[in-house]
């Protein structure tokens, strides 16, 4: 349990700034000193907007990943890169981003690159002179998430091998980070709460927690349970009911899962999540470019307390901002804790 009743987080992305957008996608213009300058000046950029915000919780936006999982493939041996989008045109959908090949033994010899990015967080956090208390969060995603575009072959012929080859790997990196002193990890499934509706919801829960169990009890364990939001769109079933009960045996501190964009359908369930762990409630829309009002967000909240007590609610917004322009982003940051703040005021909470 948290404590820090009524606590603001972010579940990991932030959006990219427009210079760091035009870096990626021109790499080989730049020299290794040059990338090295722009992935500090981002999370520089990152973390300021997140503290001016206010939040309790903070990460370096995941301003060094090119892509939620891509940039993870890189780290690992016997994956064949191939990016190539097999749909160019139409409207934006997940059917644009290329698989990849398996080629090998799937290991990772000198990790996944997260410690690498705490390491960085820390340092610049440190070098701001923050005089507020505040919490520094790492995000990997799980290896059921991660297999998610790769192909299967001979070796590993279906998803599930792939992730039992990825699992290891993810928890190694686990492991590493709680030794570099990473006090709250997200591990986040999303493709579990996307197909939870159609697959073996049991067989998710053993994964996930053989994924955490070395470090559970070492750092606060989160994850993060939403429904897809490649250029703002869904790709799973978006009804929470089919995860449970199964998934509130996740050894997990903090269960988030997706409701603004969803207008709060099934806020009732966050009862049954907040007897087990504490619950972190998606109370700003990513993908809406409408810009919630903090009294939009003080009345979200008190919705919340109906179903949970303040000491196991946590809010965040449904998903990364990675996918929302940084206007809009820092505007919902800065009213989602504005709103927040409101009600912990009227409930005398400091």
Known sequence: MQSNPLRNTVIGSYPFPGWLEFTSQNLDRFGVNDI???QDDAVVTALHDQLAAGLDVVTDGEQTRLDFN???YGYIKGIELESASP???GPPAHDQRGKHAVTGDLHA????GVVEEYERLVKIYKATGHDKEVTLKASVPGPYTMTGRLLPNAQYPDRWALTEALLPIVRKELEDLVAAGCTEISVDEPSMSCYAYKEDTARFVDIY????????????VCT???????KARAVGLRHIAPMFPAFLDFKCDEMHVEMASREFAELE?????????DVAVGIVDVKSYYIETPED???RVKRCLEFAPAEKLVFAPDCGLSQTARWAAKRKLVNMVAGVNLVKKELGIQ
Not at 209 to 220: D, F, P, W
Not at 269 to 277: Q, Y
């Open 269 to 277: 369930l966050i009862s049954e999540i907040a007897k087990r762990t």
């Open 36 to 38: 090295a300058e722009a």
């Open 224 to 230: 993060h349970l939403c429904f897809g939001n490649f």
């Open 297 to 299: 967000i003080a009345a």
């Open 109 to 112: 010899p000198n990790g996944l």
């Open 70 to 72: 891509l940039s993870f």
């Open 209 to 220: 927690n053989r994924t955490v169990e070395s470090i559970v009890g070492k750092a606060r």
């Open 87 to 89: 749909r160019l045109f």
